[in-house]
């Protein structure tokens, strides 16, 4: 199961979700830890203390969705949250360079003749206002390209990281490999996972993959200190400043 970044008692967390992202509720509580770390330890947190989206002031506010198990809850989701789960259309256009960041100038190509791509979403909230991330080194060519979608959910920024990535590869017959932390957007586009939410975005990204001679999606650990997945996790949550 991958894990969401979530407030718990006003501080940042890691909890157990779905591949819709809801939270995995058992007894009425949920597997929190307070690192992305695979190694980080695991705690049992009640529900009701895990919020999800953000007040007005940017606080987080107790999870209306988290009160009830999915199990015992009969009741139909809110139009608000259900709203994100679709395709979104970006507010701002995106942004894109070419210029290598100082920490990257000296780290090693990547292998011959592959297309490499680091990809991330970041999300305040969730849903709330979410952006994405990505680098692109090929040879010598280097291209990063981050953007401010709107209001939405980090699957959603972490998918469109994903597409927009595929999209900007000119030569399909090239070996690509992307690389991402979301284990999330590696479950339903390339290992069956039924894919409730984002039904639209996700089928797209599997049609654009299908058009790839070699294309492979990577897992790589989360804020595990490898500069070229920080380099786009700094893309992505950058997109969020000021908001």
Partial sequence: MPWD??????SKVYVEVDEDGELVVDGG???????????????RAGVRNVSGPLDEDGKPQPSKAGKKSKKSSGSKKS????????????????KVSTEVP????SYPPPEDGVVEVYTDGAC????GPCGYGLLMRDGDSYREINQYLGTGTN??????????????????SRPVRIYTDSS??????????KAKAN????????????????????????????PLNERADDLATSTLDGI
């Fill in 5 to 10: 970044r979530r407030y718990f008692k006003g």
């Fill in 29 to 43: 509580r949920v597997q929190m830890k307070y690192s992305p770390g695979e190694d980080a330890k695991v705690y």
């Fill in 79 to 94: 139009t608000g949250t259900k709203a994100t789960q679709h395709q979104i259309q970006p507010t701002e256009a995106a």
């Fill in 102 to 105: 100082d920490e990257l100038i």
């Fill in 124 to 127: 305040s909230g969730n849903p």
């Fill in 155 to 172: 699957n959603i920024a972490e998918l469109t990281a994903i597409k927009v990535a595929l999209e900007n590869v000119e030569d399909k």
């Fill in 184 to 193: 999330y957007s590696i479950g339903v586009l390339t290992k069956g996972w």
């Fill in 199 to 226: 039904r639209e975005l996700i089928l797209g990204i599997r049609d654009l993959l299908s058009e790839f001679d070699d294309v492979k999606l990577i897992k790589v650990k989360g804020h595990a200190g490898h």
